[in-house]
């Protein structure tokens, strides 16, 4: 199924294992080579910021190192083999000398991660990822171990801030080093930067949206395409484009598959996030429901519920964001089903699949690459995790 | 005094006015033509943000506003100021066509400032700044005012930690968009890179070193090194060196005036904390004190008391960070200044300034930027607010 493009510059394909990691994450299988090589282009560029960081101390070395680590400890490295592969599908080569380039101005997209996530996890007030205590907990930790003045918690989250801060600039430095031409990195740099205000503008989005209750289908729809769809698919795909120097036509194709493919994953995950197998997804299960997430799902049922069953509408907006039992969830989820929202959801899933894996078919990308975004675009819209 | 520099491209030399801002930024009275170029260019970039900004919708067109604001509602613009006097000693002609994208370069250091103060205030948990409620702060008012669900002080952090990422982000979009060419942009991206991380690292270092409590003076240098010195006058005037290709000899010299008047700044501005008029300064008498800020006075009064007089260090160590009385503020400064402290932070100052202000001297640099820097070295490390 996989599709035989080449994972990295150089590299043999290899038939792609399993994918083991957290759910949460868009991707098909991912290309382990591709990994590989990302991560390598990781590691050159930590081994670059080795002598500045050494000027300033130990204290900062350990602050770098706790960076490198997030970043290195895992992940499918899902934005990068969107950029990847948006290159290739429009004519780059994997053995042209300017490969390795590309490919570390597409690992880059990982910092921008980074710092997505290490600031995120603030915001959220979460305290483990991927089963490691997250950046700011990490270092309340720290404070606290090592008896220091002041407020633990409170110190934790200022580290966590900066370092976060350091993930974002760094992403920047990185793609300034990477070695790409002067042509390429004008391009690609305004790609990156709508792609850095879109998510930033979707994480702002989301926290006003769950702290002011906006309850429209719109409004989740809105967070999905700039918080998940344009800076997870849309934007990854364009930066390789941009590096290319592709035609105006395959890069609106590119945007109109990321866009829909980048929502309806984000659909589906919001159907796992409620109805999800706690032994595959690795989150307890109707997890959505408890934390109150704006979803179109639940916009969905509510507006149905509105216009139909006010009994209905109350009880999901008393339950929702609450601590609800397991049979409370089961109720929920059950009504969910009954007021025709789920289905609304999976309709709007097929149809946003069909119209991006169309636009893909009929654009000018590479054979290779259509095959392979295909098949990352059908394990991310299908998958039961 | 003032030195007779075009303060922006083509615009003419006027004397300027008094400096009627907040203390602790580092500048000779500012150019006032230059301000108000820095501020025009800044203007003209969120201009180019809207259409995106837009297309985010109005939550983040809130945001993004936010952001204008607070960056355009004042300041002295030190670091612009700096970079552009940079490249003008070097050999950068203000009626050059390239002015223009030089000018919005060197503009830019002040979105890195705002991304620097937002979550510098979330850090130090300050409500104000400038007479307004800090952007946190500001989203935590917005939070309760209009009756949102969840802690409007959590909300406020998050819209605050993600308002200066945009800031961050947006400095580099900005130098991306100055129209540099690919040489000038090439060079001043990897002093950027530097500039970017010292600062981090230096902010690191601070809150590290207040919660760990490293008395040394080594360590309060350190932190005044890369959290003032290479961020506020050594990288700027570095960038703009690079901007005009400046030979190695003149960065040496512009690196070792800015190390030195940065640190000279920093040791000044110590002083000012514990012993300034709070009509001038704007600040309380002693606030440095009572916040337990370690700094090289209270370092060096701590290893003279240490050698010689156990009961001054003992009572050093009791009050630091404590809400002191009047009194015992008055009690404090008399020990600072009989152990010795306060005539060691001035003989380092002298040295410092006299050392920062040969190198410049001894340079190629253009007389009247050397004259300009002169000015600005004086007006910095010698002022009373």
Redesign the interface.
């Known amino acids: 199924m996989e599709a035989p493009l080449s994972a990295g510059p150089g590299t043999p394909t290899r038939t792609p294992a399993a994918d083991p990691d957290a759910p949460g994450e868009l991707s098909g299988r991912p290309l382990p080579d591709l990994v590989d090589a990302v991560e390598r282009a990781l590691r050159t560029f930590f081994t670059t910021?080795r002598p500045?960081?050494r000027d300033?101390?130990p204290?900062?070395e350990e602050?770098a190192a706790a960076l490198e680590h997030f970043v290195l400890r895992g992940g499918k490295r899902t934005r990068p083999a969107f950029a990847w592969t948006g290159w290739l599908g429009a004519g780059g080569d994997p053995a042209a000398p300017e490969a390795a380039a590309v490919l570390t101005a597409c690992a880059a997209l990982e910092l921008v991660q980074a710092?997505a996530l290490i600031?995120d996890d603030?915001?959220d007030?979460s305290r483990t990822r991927r089963g490691y205590p997250t950046v700011h907990v990490d270092y309340e930790r720290r404070?606290r171990d090592?008896g220091?003045?002041?407020e633990s918690e409170?110190?934790g989250?200022?580290?966590g801030?900066?370092?976060?801060?350091?993930a974002?600039?760094?992403a920047?430095?990185m793609v300034?080093?990477a070695g790409l031409r002067?042509d390429q990195?004008?391009r690609f740099?305004?790609v990156w930067?709508?792609m850095?205000?879109?998510v930033?503008?979707?994480?702002?989005?989301d926290?006003?949206?769950?702290?002011?209750?906006d309850e429209s289908v719109a409004a989740a729809l809105?967070i999905n395409r700039?918080k998940t769809a344009a800076y997870t698919v849309e934007r990854p795909l364009h930066l390789g484009a941009a590096i290319a120097d592709a035609d105006p036509e395959l890069i609106a194709a590119y945007r109109t598959f990321g866009t829909d493919i980048g929502i309806a994953f984000q659909l589906r995950d919001d159907l796992l996030g409620v109805f999800g197998d706690p032994a595959v997804t690795g989150k307890p299960s109707g997890d959505d429901l408890r934390e109150?997430k704006r979803t179109v799902l639940l916009a969905a049922a509510l507006e149905r519920a509105d216009a139909t069953n006010p009994a209905a509408a109350a009880l999901l907006r008393e339950g929702i964001?609450t601590d609800l039992s397991q049979d409370q969830v089961e109720r929920l989820r059950g009504v969910l089903i009954e007021l025709g929202a789920v289905h609304e959801v999976e309709r709007r899933i097929t149809e946003l699949t069909d119209r991006g894996l169309a636009a893909m078919q009929a654009s000018s990308a590479a054979p290779a690459a259509k095959q392979r975004l295909r098949a990352m675009a059908l394990a991310a819209t299908r998958r039961a995790a």
Chains 1, 2 share one sequence.
Not at 207 to 213: E, H, L, P, R, Y
């Open positions: 910021r500045l960081v300033l101390g204290v900062f602050a710092c600031h603030i915001i007030s404070h090592r220091w003045a002041g409170h110190f989250v200022g580290a801030i900066l370092i976060g801060d350091l974002l600039a760094w920047d430095d300034h080093a002067p990195l004008a740099a305004e930067a709508g850095r205000t879109e930033l503008g979707g994480q702002l989005l926290i006003s949206g769950v702290a002011g209750a809105r700039y109150g964001g």
